[in-house]
């Protein structure tokens, strides 16, 4: 079955540069041709598992897809070649097409399309390489925030932010959760506005900046619906407990359901913080009724996450 797909591409490469010859009655190259028949014989090659030829085919088909000025088909042979180097477990090489795809789809007029690139290369290098996955985020989400797709953007920047944080890039990390706020304040998405603030307050405690952190839980009052809310009222608890070095009342917070169940980044830096001179130690939440300091039921077990968080 290989051998067959292989000789069947080897057909279309023939097919190809008769296509490319002129003569006294046919002056040009027929790229579009050429280019059609490139792209058959990479998709016999990656039938055929043979990656590396199916790599050259459609980096070729790409060519004479810009020698043809068809910009679009040319960044997505491009992309294809990059998923090529993907399959020879590559990526460096791979993100380097995929890149390069994106430019041309900038250049084409087709910004989303190249943000949805950039946002599928990051997924790639992700379990990899975590600096190139953040930046590769940031960039698809500085795209669509250009083209005012605000809500595909700030999922981006999430993806970023998450990421940042699991790096401990925390100054970096404070900066773009301030910014996926402010959009989600424009789009008037307010409950995503207060997971964000305990996020920061998460992200500023860890920083040993307690002025910064109750700087974001006040700037938050002026939300719709902030003041009084779980999320604020777990934070101000949060706050009182850090600042008078109260660690039963910070692991109580700490460990509710409200931060244990935050994106595992974020509750990793709930179940982790510690107040300044604690010492360290977790210390066993005494029994406390429901709508307690926290808002929520403390937890019974210390180690619940133990494991599955860490």
């Avoid at 990479?42 to 043979?50: E, G, I, L, T, Y």
Wanted: proline letters at 4%; hydrophobic letters at 35%; aromatic letters at 8%.
């Amino acid at each position: 079955m290989a051998a067959q797909k292989i000789n069947e591409a080897h057909e279309h490469i023939a097919k190809a540069e008769k296509c490319l010859k002129t003569s006294l009655t046919k002056w040009k190259p027929d790229y579009d041709s050429a280019a059609s028949e490139y792209a058959k014989a990479a998709v016999c090659f990656k039938n055929a598992k043979q990656y590396e030829q199916a790599k050259d085919a459609y980096l070729k088909e790409a060519e004479y897809h810009t020698e043809n000025k068809t910009l679009f088909h040319a960044a997505k042979a491009i992309e294809q070649a990059g998923m090529m180097m993907k399959e020879q477990k590559k990526m460096p090489e791979a993100i380097q097409y995929i890149e390069k795809a994106c430019m041309m789809y900038m250049e084409n007029g087709t910004p989303d399309t190249a943000a949805m690139a950039l946002d599928r290369a990051g997924k790639l290098i992700e379990p990899i390489n975590l600096e190139k996955a953040v930046d590769l985020y940031q960039k698809a989400a500085g795209v669509f925030e250009n083209e005012d797709r605000l809500r595909q953007a700030v999922e981006l920047l999430g993806k970023a932010s998450r990421l940042l944080v699991r790096l401990k890039r925390l100054d970096e990390a404070a900066v773009a959760v301030q910014k996926e706020k402010n959009m989600y304040k424009e789009i008037e998405n307010f409950p995503m506005c207060f997971k964000k603030t305990t996020a920061q307050v998460l992200i500023q405690l860890h920083r040993g900046d307690y002025v910064a952190a109750d700087k974001c839980v006040r700037e938050s009052y002026s939300l719709p619906g902030y003041s009084g809310s779980e999320d604020c009222i777990a934070m101000e608890t949060l706050l009182q407990g850090y600042d008078e070095q109260d660690e039963d009342q910070v692991y109580r917070v700490c460990n509710s359901p409200l931060l244990k169940y935050m994106d595992n980044d974020y509750a990793k830096l709930a179940i982790s913080l510690r107040v300044p001179g604690g010492g360290g130690k977790k210390k066993k939440a005494p029994a406390a009724p429901e709508g307690g300091a926290s808002g929520a039921p403390a937890a019974e077990e210390e180690d619940d996450y133990e494991g599955g968080l860490c």
